[in-house]
């Protein structure tokens, strides 16, 4: 083919595999896509998410560009008092015809990336990507073809699912973008958290056999360098450290929902002053008092920088659990200890989830891309956000962005047109910590030479104690020497070894089972 008909035919693959954390990535987990990730561009320290980090509203973050009160999808489930109405796209609820109602066009602002490139000409083909399938104001109102998400799947229907994708690219030309979503890690690191018998291995083993198939799929059908592929997820993940670190929201908020106050998974919403006053004074007095892991926020108190107070479809009273703390709005006291003992110590706990402040680095969303577009064989640790994504679509794709809350400052250095700089960043750019220099020459003379002096004597230490001595483990304790996330979680995941159990359902877990999931998953309220 010419250089202009390849020019062309260059599509882009957006891929997310919700809740895989940014340091889960590396040779020993996911030998492909990590050679993959370094022969294009790896954002090493990870993609920061937007506050609430779930899954719909994050979905929707990186495919309009806009924070959760820009497009309005603010949690997995909400309601919305303006309107009377609840939005549940995943039917965690189970409220009859919810789901149909949350694709309605009321629900959404802000442009998706598939409408973005319809409007510039091409076609798109989303698979089960959250509120893919959902109407949007304006022409057109829905991605020209999408397939709307309904199992968790395996590895076979995954690659079905891959074939489907590919097959419909190459069929038509005019396919300039395909967005695929896989539930997974996510389900699993729910299920069984990071160390359970070693599911969350076999399941990020599964996800790298099925992007290697992808992979594999688009160079046999001559797709491949002619295809830019964006592979991230919407959030990181915090394993829960226990059935004592689950606040049972019940136990502190006395009332009836629907007539005292409405929910969503993680907020209240008060239908009188009176009672929201009484609620959240009960609700602080038991965090000062049992010492739990959660920040209870009045809406009107939520940090600016979590961009989540400028709609109504954000609760009154909010709830943020620390890492290693879950809330509940299903549990009590009494059915965690009948189920966990007396103390909270007799059955296992293996559960994770997320929902934290975005700042902190486990709730960081992994993002690799590689393609004719990127650069090659370049890793970078600035810490972009998901709303930048949407833009760098928009420019791969030729397509006039919608406007949005993105930036390019970042995600921009990963293509191949820009070049390379050593500059510090701005100190205003999101997410990225400017270190401060030295720039008075008399100061840097007092700085830097006694530094010197320093470094070499550390050096003339290090080789004595290294080479002369023969002792390379002089400068670490081996008990407590500090790990990157990933390998502190692989390496207790080797270790640990869990009592014998028998596998029951959903409702009746043995003593040594995943006891958490009869009383957290049982209503999905903790799943996305």
């Known amino acids: 083919a010419t250089a202009a008909a390849a020019a062309d035919s260059k599509r882009v693959i957006l891929i997310s595999f919700d809740g895989f954390r940014h340091d889960l990535l590396n040779a020993s987990t996911a030998p492909f896509i990590t050679q993959w990730a370094n022969g294009g561009v790896w954002f090493t320290q990870g993609l920061k998410s937007q506050y609430v ?110 074939d489907e994708v590919v097959d419909k690219l190459e069929a038509n030309p005019k396919n300039t973008l395909a967005a695929l979503y896989v539930a997974e890690p996510d389900h699993t690191l729910h299920t069984y958290g990071f160390f359970f018998e070693g599911q969350l291995l076999k399941k990020i083993e599964q996800l790298d056999k099925l992007f290697r198939y992808l992979v594999k799929k688009l160079e046999d059908r001559n797709l491949l360098e002619t295809t830019d592929i964006i592979l991230t997820a919407d959030h990181g993940h ?53 010492k739990l892991g959660v920040n209870v926020y009045l809406k009107k108190d939520l940090p600016a920088r979590f961009h989540y107070s400028n709609t109504s479809r954000v609760g009154r009273i909010v709830f943020e659990p620390h890492l290693g703390w879950t809330t509940s709005l299903n549990c009590t006291d009494k059915k965690l200890r009948e189920q966990y003992g007396p103390e909270l110590k007799d059955v296992p706990f293996h559960s994770s989830t997320h929902g934290m402040d975005p700042l902190e680095a486990e709730m960081r969303a992994f993002l690799v891309m590689s393609g004719p577009s990127f650069k090659k064989g370049r890793n970078f640790s600035e810490i972009p956000e998901n709303v930048d994504i949407y833009g760098l ?18 995600v921009g250095k990963a293509l191949a047109s820009s070049p390379d700089s050593t500059s510090m960043i701005n100190p205003t750019t999101r997410g990225v910590y400017q270190v401060p220099t030295a720039v008075d020459s008399l ?26 001595m023969e002792d390379p483990t002089w400068a670490m304790s081996q008990e407590n020497r500090y790990k990157p996330l990933h390998e502190q979680a692989m390496e207790d995941a080797f270790e640990y070894s869990p009592p014998e159990r028998k596998r029951g359902n959903k409702q009746q877990q043995s003593g040594g089972g995943r006891g958490n999931v009869g009383l957290l998953d049982s209503e999905s309220e903790d799943e996305f």
């Not at 949005?404 to 970042?410: A, H, L, P, R, T």
């Open 393 to 410: 679509v928009a420019k791969l794709l030729k397509a006039q962005p919608a406007p949005n809350q993105g930036s390019m400052e970042i």
């Open 443 to 468: 100061g840097f003379l007092f700085f830097v030479v006694p530094s010197i002096i320093i470094v070499g004597l550390f050096f003339a230490y290090a080789w004595r104690r290294t080479v002369i």
């Open 53 to 162: 980090t779930y899954t719909a509203p994050n979905h929707l973050s990186i495919i309009t560009g806009l924070r959760e009160d820009g497009h309005g999808i603010v949690s997995n489930y909400f309601y919305d008092p303006d309107t009377k109405a609840h939005y549940d796209l995943f039917n965690m609820t189970k409220r009859e015809g919810v789901v149909n109602e949350s694709l309605s066009e009321e629900w959404y602002g802000g442009e998706p990336i598939w409408i973005t490139n319809q409007k510039a000409g091409g076609e798109s083909v989303v698979m089960y990507w959250p509120a893919g399938n959902a109407v949007w104001k304006g022409e057109p109102g829905t991605a020209t073809w999408s397939k709307e998400w309904s199992v968790y799947g395996d590895l076979k229907s995954w690659m079905a699912d891959v």
């Open 238 to 290: 915090s394993e829960i450290q226990g059935a004592d670190h689950v606040m049972c929201v019940p136990e502190y908020v006395k009332g009836e929902v629907g007539k005292d106050f409405e929910i969503g998974d993680h907020m209240l919403y008060p239908t009188t002053e009176e009672f929201e006053k009484a609620a959240y004074a009960n609700l602080t007095k038991a965090v000062k008092e049992k």
